[in-house]
């Protein structure tokens, strides 16, 4: 049996809504690309119809097919918010140490990354070193950029 990933509910919800756009509106639009580029004859040189059956292609041979897998591995895990240490779920605040300035992570699946908005892989470097913590404790991590000190302000 495949191993289980990790999921909050909100990627999760993500992931099913993906999946059926990608089924219900994406997969239809493209095959009707193909066939209107199909329809204008030779296809030898229709770069609109080599286009349209790479990008079905790509659709049937890889997106489909991942996030079925993920879907059929995917098990949700809440955030316990009773829990003393910090573990898969947990919206943590820590304070960088050097900066001296807060910062949030949200701890998800590798599935789940969004950098930008804070959500942060619980096997990352920093999402390692904060699992488990609690509250007041502080974790050195080595990043591409050095090593980074925080203290655990909060989590939820």
Known sequence: MEKKIPFTQEAYDQLVKDLNNLKNVERPRVLQELIDARAQGDLSENAEYHAAKERLAAIDNVELPKLQD??????????DATSDTIKFGATVTVKNIKTKRDVVYQ????ESVDALNGKISFKSPIGAALMGKKRGDTVEVTTPKGVNKFEIIDFK
């Open 70 to 79: 993920q879907l059929a591995r995917a098990e949700v895990v809440a955030f």
């Open 107 to 110: 701890l998800v699946s590798p």
